[in-house]
Nanobody
Framework: QGFLAESGGGSVQPGGSLRLSCTASEYAYSRNCMTWFRQPLGKDREAVAAICTDADRTYFADSVKGRFTISQDNAKNTVYLQMNSLQPEDTGMYYC????????????????WGQGTQVTVSA
C-alpha cells in the first residue's frame, strides 16, 4: 500500500541548490502528512519540512526556514523539496515519509519511508 521513492540528491557547493522529489503510491500520498527528514552521518534523524492535508499547511524546521520550500503535484503523487543556499550542515541522507502516527509533523513515527537520497554540501 505504501511506497515512497526519493530522487534528486547529489553533491553541491555551499550556496548551491538542489530539488528533491518524493513520488508516492496513491495510498501513501493520501495520508495526513508527507514529510522530509534528514540524517547526518552518525546523528539522529530530524524533520526538515512537511506538507499536511489539514488546511494544506506546510511546516519547516527553524534551520531551513527561508531557504527550503516544499510543494506538491497531486497529479503525479509527488512532493518536492526545493533547497536553496545550501550549507555544509545540510549534508545528510534525506528521507521522505508518509502517514504520520506520532501526533506532530516532526515526530519520526511515520508508517512509510523511502530509501533515502544523499545530499552532500562541500567546497
Amino acid at each position: 500500500q505504501g511506497f515512497l521513492a526519493e530522487s534528486g540528491g547529489g553533491s553541491v557547493q555551499p550556496g548551491g541548490s538542489l530539488r528533491l522529489s518524493c513520488t508516492a503510491s496513491e495510498y501513501a500520498y493520501s495520508r495526513n502528512c508527507m514529510t522530509w527528514f534528514r540524517q547526518p552521518l552518525g546523528k539522529d534523524r530530524e524533520a526538515v519540512a512537511a506538507i499536511c492535508t489539514d488546511a494544506d499547511r506546510t511546516y519547516f524546521a527553524d534551520s531551513v526556514k527561508g531557504r527550503f520550500t516544499i510543494s506538491q503535484d497531486n497529479a503525479k503523487n509527488t512532493v518536492y523539496l526545493q533547497m536553496n543556499s545550501l550549507q555544509p550542515e545540510d549534508t545528510g541522507m534525506y528521507y521522505c515519509a508518509a502517514d504520520q502516527r506520532g501526533g506532530t509533523w516532526y515526530d519520526v513515527r511515520y508508517k512509510y519511508w523511502g530509501q533515502g537520497t544523499q545530499v552532500t554540501v562541500s567546497a
